[in-house]
């Protein structure tokens, strides 16, 4: 056993290692070494001194929160982003089906246009289409009130659709003539899409997560 070897072993003593070799044997040649004994002594002291040195540990609390609540801010601006264009879409949308039922509307109202067989109930249904048009128009310009008119347009496509079923089952009238009202059903599912995403809260960001708090 040399020098070396002995060093090794001491050195995982200090460590709390296994020094692979007896306590016993260490001891007595570390007595009878003085190159040992004096190598032990400054290994001990390293090694005590490295264990009581205060260690400045910084505090990370708030970078670490302030990069939380950024990463919440992102995603929630991403989130409202896309609720905004999405909404935007649905917007143009109604405003498009709006100004096409007016389209057919105005010029029979206006020019009479299409009420040889029936003027009156045509005007009269040009009229309703009118009014319901400019529904579908106020619901485009002001989207958190598309959920008022939202039964109208419900009870109108309900109406239609139950109506157009039992005249094509009893042979009044063919399916190509009754096409054209599921027109109705699209119109309430975008006034029903445009009020929801209309709906949608925007969520603060929590307290508890702000820069600067913990």
């Not at 003085?34 to 390293?46: I, M, Q, T």
């Not at 264009?85 to 405003?95: I, K």
């Not at 139950?162 to 006034?191: K, M, N, R, Y």
């Amino acid at each position: 056993m040399n020098c070396d070897d002995v060093r090794v072993a001491l050195s995982a003593r200090l460590d709390g290692e296994d020094p692979r070799l007896p306590s016993a044997a260490l001891d007595a040649h570390t007595d009878s070494c003085p190159g040992c004994r004096s190598w032990l002594a400054r290994a001990e002291r390293v090694t005590r001194l490295t264990r009581l040195r205060a260690v400045d540990v910084p505090d990370l609390t708030a970078p670490v929160l302030a990069a939380v609540a950024a990463d919440r801010e992102t995603a929630r601006d991403a989130a409202t982003s896309t609720a905004r264009a999405r909404r935007q879409v649905l917007r143009v949308a109604v405003a498009v089906a709006a100004v096409a039922q007016l389209a057919i509307a105005l010029p029979i109202l206006l020019a009479g246009f299409g009420v040889e067989a029936d003027p009156h109930t045509s005007r009269e249904m040009a009229s309703f289409d009118a009014a319901l048009a400019v529904g579908f128009a106020l619901a485009a310009w002001r989207p958190e009130r598309a959920r008022a008119f939202l039964p109208v347009a419900w009870v109108l496509a309900a109406c239609l659709a139950g109506t157009s079923a039992v005249d094509i089952a009893s042979s009044t009238t063919a399916l190509v003539h009754e096409v054209g009202h599921l027109a109705a059903v699209v119109q309430a599912g975008l006034l029903w899409a445009l009020g929801r995403v209309s709906a949608e809260p925007e969520r603060p960001l929590p307290t508890a997560l702000a820069p600067g708090r913990g």
